[in-house]
């Protein structure tokens, strides 16, 4: 097989925003979805992982065996399709099409300003912030499956719910095509605000992967980290944001084992002190 964008034993920890991880056997980064099609049509049997920006997984320190295709820096174009409409590409990241659309006055589309992911990632995820989720604006996602085929599907065949999407089989997003109400539009001062507020809440500046834990509605999972004394409880180089206690801080040299420990020991305080089963929205993958 010709494969140019790759690279072998990569390690992980340069791809993920929490900046730990061990290898991938091969990393590749397909230059554009011709690339990426003929590429997926040839590598049978070996197994996929997607990466987009990297800022909802941990990837153990391990590493990941088979193949890691790479989004960050490919596949990421953002276009007008009608008025109010625009197609987004996996690889392009929140904060871009959260601009394009603040030109486009396509306002809605600012609750993506503050989220560091790609939209592969977001569309995964069902990101949300602000009150607004990804897939309340997609109108029909263009996606790739394991032999290398692109299919057209209308958001009925996905089940989405809080931070979590069912797909109908194995597939990897490519791009969508998102459609935003005229009535709203957002100016560059109030994605600044939206930005200001987070500055002020959340640990930006530090190696996080933002919230580790869903919210055990109607509770705030940070809300129960924080009453049961967990702010600042540290394992190995990582701890409990001070700032926001769902969030864990790699403070240098943690490893994926010391964050897993203490994602563990989150949930074991957590359940008993108020029986409540925290569930991780950070995907923990790899060996
Ligand atoms: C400081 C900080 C703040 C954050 N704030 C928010 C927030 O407000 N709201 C929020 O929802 N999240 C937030 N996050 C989490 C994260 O940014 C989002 O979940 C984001 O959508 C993940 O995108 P990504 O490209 O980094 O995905 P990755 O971490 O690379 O991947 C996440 C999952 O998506 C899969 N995936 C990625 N691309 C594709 C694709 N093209 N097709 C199929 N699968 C794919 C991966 O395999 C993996 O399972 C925050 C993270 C940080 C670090």
Redesign the pocket.
Known sequence: MKLINFLRNESLSRHT?WKVGGPADVFFIPDNRQDLSQFLSQNKGNSV?????????LVRDGGIRGVVIS?KKSINKITMAAENSCRAE?GASCMDLALFAEKNEMGPAAFFS?????I??????N???FGHETWEFVESVEVIDEVGIIHHLDPKEFKFSY?SVEFPFPL??VSCLMKFPESETTTKSELKAMRDQRIKT?P?TED????VFKNPKPDHAGDLIERAGLKGYKIGGCSISTKHANFIVNEGGATSADIEELIKHVQNIVKAKFDVDLETEV?IIGE
């Open positions: 925003s992982t997607w990466l987009g920006n990297g800022t909802n997984v989004t996996v503050g989220i560091p992911g790609s592969g990632g977001a569309l995964t995820m990101a949300g912030s931070r990897w997003f959340q930006l996080t992967c933002g919230s995907r």
